[in-house]
């Protein structure tokens, strides 16, 4: 008996420390200092409390193609894209619940490219321990934890993203060989683990009266027959709507000119066409508030002052 | 999953040592085989067939060596010793040729998947002297992890069937397990049959003794592979692959920094291993011994990957030196030139095998075999002018075991091993030369400033971590060294000072492990030879 309760309280106790220095390791605040990765797409935190409508869900693609200042400017529609490099299902969960703490949200728009993206399940389980025992994620900050962690101060998030995560790129790298695709009847498989996510999300949204809308961003890359197949079936199946800009090149997409890396992701040209379109599908299929007269998103518009500065000096200087 | 990884240490290996314990003392070895499959899945997917066919072959040939033995011994019955001779004969040649066939299988695993494209350069490169216009396009398959552990386990298996040294094993699943023992199928240590199959295969309960000493020594290896070797990884990534923009110092200080690194790593993974094998009650093999305070190259091999040196001493190097052909150079040049060095020249034409065969395991390419014979070329050396040495030592009154000649001796030593290392992780042979010419070439002391080691990823505190961690590694050595037995001694102290110590052992990993963030984890480097 003695054998077993040592184990027990050893490990016990362990916990307890764990647990303590995960309270101190813990970034009281999203900024770089602080260690926070993917600074723009943790910008969310800083968002004032219930102010952001539509959460967009997904990796490069979709930084590179929706713009949520030009989303508010031309709908008032008020976004924010927590997409981050390579982003696997399981860290848009975490998004999406970090998120639901401090936001109302009415709508969550999740990029296909996710869905393909292969998750291990190692990785799956780390990240579970991780934000579990949040000191195995930040242990680094050890080299300079401030009095703020030390005296296990509250949380305050002060940074938000000037671009409310879109990232503005402005080189063109052509398709080399542009072919139209060709139709198909195949459908990709969706692995099981990043079904399990998809339908988490899913049933996370339904549970609070949050729309989901399926969005596959224009790609000549990664996007395919098989792939619409795929989520168009998964779509019909959950009951979401499901919105493809890549058939019949419904933005117009110029894959000469709107592309910064041979038809993988977007520049801003192609980022400008793709949130038209997809703001004007939002407004025609949903009932969303328009914040354009709202006082409480004046400060919207000087961002989108600087935004549209950033385009202008960008195109002045092209 | 890797062994240094949370799901490994936080859940697979706990959730392995509950079913383990909660079964029956029969049904243990079978957890250990399906755990160890589906750990090698994990890593190796679908390539875990190779090892099934290495299991399923020293099955069948181990069985074959002994039904072969039994019938010559059936056959000799009743016969005149002329007679016997001539059967024993016979059946000798049978199963030198059983033998030969299951290590030929074994070796056509290990050549299709690590040294076609090795071969395949050099056959067009012959090709090319003799002026033939014909290329061979070679290249390797897909390798699962360890291969080239468990084939040398499976190897050794073999021959000491064939030897008599041990009855060949009918039972499979003892053999599977012995091959595929989780712990230890990514970078050994290469266990022998005799050791640890029994063992392996006895079920034990798991004690509070063995779990304690096995974490202990977990948390030890971790220490070692996190906080050092994976902390070093980004600096001497930085000096290796742009070697050319260093001068001497950043590159002698890349060297230096590898062979900590490879140090930390390899040994840490061991202690990790055999802290996992020590909580199911199973005693692997040491494959380290302080290698750091070796006085000369030979004794730093027999402290350094100790069970890869031993499986080249007893399968290469005794049978090339004990051999007829080897016997008979000896017994004529000893008669010429001396009874040191009459010997000397069948134990080099051995002692050569080993190293090329060392160098060629470590991976299939030129700057490995050069590894090979540089470490042979200093043994050969030592061996040649040991005597001139020793001879010395005694007219000038010097004790070589005194501590300042001791000392001189270790750095010297040292400082061979460090150079060996800088070809062994160049990229080539060539860029190998390069980096050793512009060391004494282009030495310039003044190129080590802060300035470089912050380029270097190496910032001040990077440099206290890396400074502690490695004096408490050095302290525990020292004490290890001393013949102490620091384990049993921190084991009698009290409970509260005890667990002060492994608490204090577990968080320092945790928060000063480079690990996650902008830290890559160094691939487990002896996996991958």
């Not at chain 2, 074994?106 to 012959?126: E, P, R, S």
Request: charged share 20%; proline share 2%.
């Amino acid at each position: 008996m003695k054998n077993i309760i040592k184990p027990i309280v050893f490990i016990a106790i362990l916990g307890g420390m764990l647990a303590f220095l995960s309270l101190v390791f813990e970034p009281k605040d999203n900024l770089e200092s602080y260690d926070i990765r993917s600074l723009e797409a943790n910008g969310i935190l800083g968002e004032p409390k219930n102010t952001i409508d539509i959460l967009f869900l997904g990796d490069s693609e979709l930084y590179s193609s929706i713009s949520p200042l030009q989303l508010f400017n031309e709908y008032g529609i008020a976004s924010y894209v927590t997409s981050t490099a390579g982003q696997k299902l399981f860290e848009s969960w975490d998004f999406l619940k970090k998120t639901m703490k401090n936001q109302n949200l009415k709508m969550v728009v999740l990029d296909c490219n996710l869905f393909f993206r292969k998750m291990k399940y190692n990785e799956i389980l780390n990240n579970k321990l991780e934000n579990f025992l949040a000191i195995f994620k930040y242990h680094n900050r050890w080299k300079h934890l401030t009095k703020k962690d030390l005296l296990l101060s509250d949380k305050s998030y002060t940074y938000s993203d000037k671009y409310k995560g879109y990232l503005i790129r402005n080189n063109i790298k052509s398709v080399n060989k542009y072919y139209e695709k060709q139709s198909t009847d195949k459908i990709f498989d969706i692995n099981i683990e990043n079904v399990f996510y998809i339908n988490k999300i899913i049933n996370e949204c339904q549970k609070r009266g949050i729309e989901v809308l399926f969005v596959s961003t224009p790609s000549y890359i990664e996007w395919t027959y098989a792939k619409h197949n795929a989520i168009e079936l998964l779509a019909k199946k959950n009951n979401v709507s499901y919105f493809d800009l890549n058939i019949d090149n419904i933005a117009n997409i110029d894959w000469k000119a709107d592309t910064v890396d041979a038809g993988d992701h977007l520049n801003y040209l192609g980022a400008r066409k793709t949130t038209t379109q997809v703001g004007k599908y939002i407004k025609d299929n949903y009932n969303l508030v328009d914040h354009r007269y709202d006082v409480n998103y004046q400060n919207w518009y000087q961002l989108i002052n600087n935004y549209y500065e950033k385009i202008r000096s960008i195109e002045k200087s092209s | 999953m890797q062994y240094f990884e949370l799901t490994f240490l936080i859940l697979f290996l706990p959730l392995v040592m509950l079913i383990y314990q909660l079964v029956g003392k029969k049904k243990r070895p079978f957890i250990l085989l399906i755990a160890s499959y589906i750990f090698i899945y994990t890593l190796s997917g679908k390539l875990l067939v190779y090892l099934l066919l290495a299991t399923l072959c020293i099955h069948h040939f181990g069985i074959w060596l002994d039904a072969n033995k039994k019938e010559e011994k059936e056959q000799i019955k009743d016969l005149d010793k002329e007679e016997k001779k001539q059967i024993k004969l016979k059946y000798l040649k049978q199963r030198k040729g059983i033998l030969f066939l299951g290590i030929l299988i074994l070796m056509i695993m290990i050549t299709l998947t690590k040294y076609m494209a090795f071969i395949g350069v050099n056959i067009n490169h012959l090709l090319a002297l003799f002026k033939i216009n014909l290329k061979f396009k070679l290249s390797n398959l897909v390798a699962p992890i360890g291969i080239s552990f468990y084939t040398f386990s499976a190897i050794s298996y073999l021959v000491d069937v064939y030897r008599g040294k041990i009855k060949a094993d009918n039972n499979l699943f003892k053999l599977a397990l012995f091959l595929a023992f989780f712990p230890q199928i990514m970078e050994g240590p290469i266990s022998r049959y005799e050791d640890t199959a029994e063992n392996l295969y006895e079920g034990k309960k798991i004690t509070y003794h063995n779990m304690c000493f096995g974490i202990q020594r977990i948390c030890y290896g971790l220490l070692k592979k996190l906080v050092i070797a994976d902390r070093l990884n980004t600096p001497v990534k930085l000096i290796f692959n742009g070697y050319d923009k260093y001068g001497g110092v950043i590159l002698l200080l890349g060297a230096i920094l590898y062979t900590i690194q490879l140090y930390m790593d390899f040994s840490g993974i061991i202690d990790i291993v055999i802290g996992t094998g020590e909580i199911f009650g199973i005693k692997l093999p040491e494959n380290f011994r302080q290698p750091f305070f070796s006085k000369n190259i030979s004794e730093f091999w027999s402290r350094w990957h100790i069970t890869l040196g031993t499986w080249f001493k007893d399968y290469i190097f005794y049978p090339i030196s004990l051999s007829k052909m080897s016997r008979k150079i000896t017994n004529s040049l000893r008669k010429k030139i001396g009874n040191h060095f009459g010997p000397l020249v069948a134990g080099t034409i051995a002692l050569g095998t080993v190293w090329l065969c060392n160098g060629l395991w470590h991976g299939a390419a030129y700057h490995y075999v050069f590894f090979g014979f540089y470490h042979f070329a200093l043994i050969l050396m030592a061996n040649i002018f040991n005597p001139a040495i020793n001879n010395f030592y005694e007219i000038c009154h010097i004790n070589p075991e005194q501590f300042f000649i001791k000392a001189i001796r270790i750095i010297k030593t040292t400082i061979f091993v460090i150079f060996g290392e800088l070809f062994f992780r160049a990229q080539s042979l060539k860029i190998g030369l390069v980096m050793f010419k512009k060391i004494f070439t282009e030495f310039n002391i003044s190129s080590l400033n802060w300035k470089t080691l912050n380029a270097l990823k190496l910032f001040n505190y990077e440099l206290i971590i890396i400074g502690i961690t490695l004096l408490i590694v050095f302290i525990i050595s020292i004490i290890k060294e001393k013949g102490i037995n620091i384990r049993e001694k921190i084991a009698k102290k009290p409970i509260y000072i005890r667990w002060m110590i492994y608490y204090a052992l577990v968080l320092y990993v945790i928060i000063f492990g480079a690990y996650g963030g902008l830290y890559i984890p160094v691939e487990p480097m002896y996996a991958d030879f």
